[in-house]
Nanobody, 127 residues
Framework: QVKLVESGGGLVQPGGSLRLSCAAS????????IGWFRQAPGKEREGLSC????????YYADSVKGRFTISRDNAKTTVYLQMNSLKPEDTAVYYC????????????????????WGQGTQVTVSS
C-alpha cells in the first residue's frame, strides 16, 4: 500500500526556517518523482518543487526559488523540503505527492500529474 506521511510543520517567525519530511512506504522511492505542494485557505493548490529520481533534475516555483531546497534520501525513503527565509505568505498546508515516473517535465507543478498524496502538514509563519 502506497503511503506518504508529511511531518515537520509548525509555527515559525518570519525569516525562520523549517524542514519538512515526506516519509514514503509501499513503493520504491527512486522510481518515483516526488513533488511538494501547498494550499492556503481560499487558494488553489500550488506546486512548489519536484525532484526526479536520483539522476534527474529538480524544479522550483518562482515563489520559492532560492529559499526552498528539495532533497531525497532513498535509503531512508524520505524526501525533504528545507524552507528558509520564511514569509507570512508561506502559511499553508503543505503536501507531498508521488508519481511512478522517474522524470517529470514542464508539467511538474500540476497536481494532476501525481497519483499519490500525503495528508498534509500545517506551516504557519507569524510573529
Amino acid at each position: 500500500q502506497v503511503k506518504l506521511v508529511e511531518s515537520g510543520g509548525g509555527l515559525v517567525q518570519p525569516g525562520g526556517s523549517l524542514r519538512l519530511s515526506c516519509a514514503a512506504s509501499g513503493f520504491t522511492l527512486d522510481s518515483h518523482a516526488i513533488g511538494w505542494f501547498r494550499q492556503a485557505p481560499g487558494k488553489e493548490r500550488e506546486g512548489l518543487s519536484c525532484i526526479s529520481s536520483s539522476d534527474g533534475p529538480t524544479y522550483y516555483a518562482d515563489s520559492v526559488k532560492g529559499r526552498f531546497t528539495i532533497s531525497r534520501d532513498n535509503a531512508k525513503t524520505t524526501v525533504y523540503l528545507q524552507m528558509n527565509s520564511l514569509k507570512p505568505e508561506d502559511t499553508a498546508v503543505y503536501y507531498c505527492a508521488a508519481v511512478p515516473r522517474r522524470f517529470l517535465g514542464s508539467n511538474w507543478y500540476s497536481q494532476y500529474e501525481y497519483d499519490f498524496w500525503g495528508q498534509g502538514t500545517q506551516v504557519t509563519v507569524s510573529s
